[in-house]
Nanobody
Framework: QVQLVESGGGLVQAGGSLRVSCAASGRTFSSYAMGWFRQAPGKERELVAGINCRSGTTYYADAVKGRFTISRDNAKNTVYLQMNSLKPEDTAVYYC?????????????????WGQGTQVTVSS
């Protein structure tokens, strides 16, 4: 069993930056591919960034490419999402998710564990 706890969300003006973190329990964090998803009101949950379990290979949705950076520190059991040049359309609840696999995946139901989410609000 893995527990994921997000932190670092908040309110920021457009053009600003935030870093959200996700701390995982357990001793096998390096075995999980990780993803950061977001869900805005009335919209489906979407993968914004993913990172493979060891190699560090990353994926970014087109909407955030060049602005967001996902990284992980397996020694600290933590995955990060650095968000720069934030836009009002980035406003959503951000969730981290863990998948017992090498690769991250676009499909939410293919993840095994989820955090509770952290709100990110970008004002114009």
């Amino acid at each position: 069993q893995v527990q994921l706890v997000e932190s670092g969300g908040g309110l920021v003006q457009a053009g600003g930056s935030l870093r959200v973190s996700c701390a995982a329990s357990g001793r096998t964090f390096s075995s999980y591919a990780m993803g950061w998803f977001r869900q805005a009101p009335g919209k489906e949950r979407e993968l914004v960034a993913g990172i493979n379990c060891r190699s560090g290979t990353t994926y970014y949705a087109d909407a955030v490419k060049g602005r967001f950076t996902i990284s992980r520190d397996n020694a600290k059991n933590t995955v990060y999402l650095q968000m720069n040049s934030l836009k009002p359309e980035d406003t959503a609840v951000y969730y981290c998710a863990a998948r017992v696999a090498f690769y991250s995946d676009l499909v939410p139901r293919r993840y095994d564990y989820w955090g509770q989410g952290t709100q990110v609000t970008v004002s114009s």
